[in-house]
Nanobody, 121 residues
Framework: QVQVVESGGGLVQPGGSLRLSCAAS????????MGWYRQAPGKLRELVARFSNGGSTNYADSVKGRFTISRDNANNTVYLQMNNLKPEDTAVYYC???????????????WGQGTQVTVSS
């Protein structure tokens, strides 16, 4: 079993900042991908930022230059620093983890429960 727990969401004014955290725990041998997605009301879930296999980063065009993803490999934790937030960043943010539970195990995908980010004056 793998648990994925997010924290750090909340209400912030436009131009403000928030930092999201995501910790994965349980039967993890190796994390391959860790990242963040978001889903606004009436819209599909979309990639925000992630560490891909090999450690490279991917960002949505809409957040480049404003959001920064970082990670603590020793603790299977990933962070999302969000600066200069805009109302269109309002969404539920989900942590995504792709990991194996053993050296010969298949990859499995896990999601957190989501954390609400609201940008409003």
């Amino acid at each position: 079993q793998v648990q994925v727990v997010e924290s750090g969401g909340g209400l912030v004014q436009p131009g403000g900042s928030l930092r999201l955290s995501c910790a994965a725990s349980g039967s993890i041998f190796r994390t391959v991908i860790m990242g963040w997605y978001r889903q606004a009301p009436g819209k599909l879930r979309e990639l925000v930022a992630r560490f891909s296999n090999g450690g490279s980063t991917n960002y949505a065009d809409s957040v480049k230059g404003r959001f920064t993803i970082s990670r603590d490999n020793a603790n299977n934790t990933v962070y999302l620093q969000m600066n200069n937030l805009k109302p269109e960043d309002t969404a539920v943010y989900y942590c995504n983890v792709v990991a194996t539970s053993g050296p010969w195990s298949q990859l499995s995908t896990y999601w957190g429960q989501g954390t609400q980010v609201t940008v409003s004056s």
